[in-house]
């Protein structure tokens, strides 16, 4: 896009104002009409359901798609906008993101939270898409351009043991991933984060989902702890040394388990260890760090930029882990980063299966724009139901991941195709421990 400029000898002839595109002249009257939510779950999974805000301006055609989806607090988060924000949101300007995002986070006394936040996520990520779509760039571009050609990403493998897990890294690795984060379902567990769970449990989970009930599941964080030095001993021996790997805790284990945890796993050079202990117990890094060199990440339960801000200022982590659809959206990833740059801690922004493309999009165009770019986790095999639903998601290459260059956020939502798939009701299991107390999922 080209703006004549207004030459001096032009201002001196009285020469008429030089022609503005529609684009460009465009923000100057620009309202936002409407705020519409959008609750899909084309992949009807207990994890699939997304929480969509569609910014509609006065402009003809003109309107942003944000993704506030919070597993778990899906319909509060939409009744949320829909009955505290959208009032506050309708006539104000959309190009004016920074002084919208301040008025919808101190809108409510009782603020913060989940709910708040991952509402105000949406919006923001909404807006950023109109600016971009009124600028005539993608949203990348006016967070400063891209600082690297594409970005590094990682995949999941899992298995019932080390040996499945080990045959599914060598499958990915032979995809081309680089990075690879590894879980295994520990000695007499029937389920754990992120493996696949045993035949019982699966049926047990499946009927409370019928009745209507979180499902259950017993976890002893002992032998998982004891289990995990050998696990990665074993994908050392496996793999070789080239491969760089993760494992996600998932806050599951005690501060006095993590901390023996990150010393046990020192010789197998992880990429980074991920969510290590609950956020609760964030004064534990303190201790983690006196004593184990294990790269460290944490963030992505975090809602704002104040959470977990000592974590990065004392540098006692190596990643942020903040999910862009729960801390506040892109103008709060650009500013973690920012906050981080300089103690050398990198990104690796949330990018799990349970948040939209939209989302994932708005990951990739922060990632690619900060200079202290870590990884970025994205997921890449959607369903068909999905594809129908979202235009565009990032697209995988080779250990990499890579969005295009359209206008905005770049990916538009087939509503028709999305209230085919309309909000199933499915509870996250709660964690019970032997002795049935309950325990962190
Ligand atoms: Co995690």
Redesign the pocket.
């Known amino acids: 896009m080209k703006m004549k400029r207004r030459g001096f000898m032009g201002m001196l002839a009285g020469a008429a104002l030089p022609m503005r595109t529609e684009a460009a002249r465009a923000p100057r009257h620009l309202k936002i009409q409407d705020v519409q939510v959008v609750v899909t779950n084309p992949e009807r999974s207990a994890m699939g359901n997304f929480v969509l805000v569609k910014v509609v301006t006065s402009e003809s055609g003109l309107y942003g798609w944000g993704d506030a989806t919070c597993t778990g607090s899906e319909l509060a988060v939409a009744r949320f906008i829909e009955a505290h924000m959208r009032p506050a949101l309708i006539g104000r300007d959309p190009m004016r993101i920074e002084d919208i995002w301040q008025t919808l986070f101190l809108l409510p006394y009782y603020r913060s939270g989940s709910v708040h936040m991952s509402a105000l996520s949406g919006i923001d990520m909404a807006l950023w898409d109109i600016k971009g779509k009124v600028a005539g760039l993608p949203v990348y571009e006016l967070l400063g351009g891209r600082a690297r050609s594409k970005l590094l990403t990682y995949t999941s493998v899992s298995g019932r043991d080390f040996q499945e897990a080990g045959e599914a890294a060598q499958r990915a690795r032979e995809r081309g991933y680089k990075v690879l984060k590894v879980q295994v379902r520990a000695p007499g567990m029937e389920s754990g984060y992120a493996v696949p769970p045993s035949e019982r449990q699966r049926e047990a989970t499946e009927k409370a989902h019928q009745a209507g009930v979180p499902p259950s599941e017993l976890w002893e964080p002992a032998g998982y702890v004891r289990m995990l030095p050998k696990l990665f001993e074993y994908m050392r021996q496996k793999l070789g040394d080239e491969v760089e790997l993760i494992h ?1 805790v ?1 806050e599951r284990i005690t501060p006095s388990q993590a901390l023996w945890l990150a010393k046990a796993l020192e010789p197998y050079n992880l990429f980074f260890l ?2 290590p202990v609950r956020p609760e117990h964030l004064d534990t890094f303190r201790l983690i760090r006196q004593q184990a060199a294990t790269p460290l990440a944490m963030g ?1 339960v975090w809602t704002g930029q104040w959470e977990g801000l000592f974590l990065i200022t004392e540098h006692l982590i190596d990643y942020v ?1 903040h999910d862009l659809c729960h801390c506040g959206g892109i103008t709060i990833g650009k500013k973690i980063a920012a906050i981080a740059e300089p103690y050398g801690i990198l990104t690796a922004w ?1 990018g ?1 299966s349970n948040i939209s493309p939209v989302a994932q999009m708005a990951n990739c165009h922060v990632s690619l724009s900060v200079a202290n770019f870590g990884i970025q986790e994205c997921r890449t095999n959607w369903p068909e139901a999905a594809r129908e639903v979202f235009s565009t998601a990032p697209s995988y290459s080779d250990g990499y991941v890579n969005i295009g260059d359209e206008p905005g956020l770049g990916i538009d939502v087939n509503e028709k195709a999305a209230a085919k798939y309309p909000y199933l009701a499915r509870h996250r299991p709660t964690i019970r421990r032997a002795d049935d107390s309950a325990w962190a999922y």
């Open positions: 996600d998932h991920e969510d992505e882990r949330h799990p």
